[in-house]
C-alpha cells in the first residue's frame, strides 16, 4: 500500500458510520481478514484504548504493515484492502467511517461497504 492510499479523496463523503464497537460487542468480521469493495474507503476512529491495524497484501496473503492506533487517532483502509483489526487494551472502543465519491451508486444507494 503506497501513501497516497493513506489519504481519503477530497471529492469522497461519508455516507455510513458504525456504531462504536469494543470487546464486547464487536462483530466478529472485524477481527478477521476482510476488505472493502471498489471506491470504498474505510476510517477506523479510535475512541478509548488502542488498536492494532494489520493491512494484508492480498487475501490470506503476508502482512504488509502493521500499526498501532491509539485514542483520538485513525487509520486508513483504502479500497478492496485486505485487513483486520486487534484490540489491545481492555477499554479499546473504535467505530469506523466508510467514504465514497459523492457521485457514486454507493453513495446515492448507500450500498454495502464490503464486497459480498
Excluded at 469493495?37 to 491495524?53: M, N, Q, T
Aim: proline share 3%; with cysteine; net charge neutral.
Amino acid at each position: 500500500m503506497n501513501k497516497e492510499n493513506n489519504v481519503i479523496p477530497a471529492d469522497f463523503v461519508n455516507y455510513k458510520t458504525t456504531f462504536l464497537m469494543n470487546k464486547v460487542n464487536i462483530p466478529k468480521l472485524f477481527l478477521f481478514e476482510h476488505n472493502t469493495k471498489a471506491g470504498v474507503y474505510g476510517r477506523i476512529c479510535v475512541a478509548v484504548g488502542e488498536l492494532k491495524f494489520f493491512g494484508f497484501k492480498e487475501r490470506r496473503g503476508a502482512i504488509e504493515q502493521e500499526i498501532i492506533v491509539k485514542a483520538g487517532g485513525v487509520a486508513i483502509s483504502p479500497p478492496e484492502y485486505w485487513h483486520k483489526v486487534e484490540l489491545l487494551t481492555e477499554d479499546t472502543a473504535f467505530k469506523v467511517e466508510f467514504f465514497a465519491q459523492q457521485d457514486s451508486q454507493i453513495v446515492k444507494e448507500n450500498l454495502s461497504e464490503r464486497n459480498e
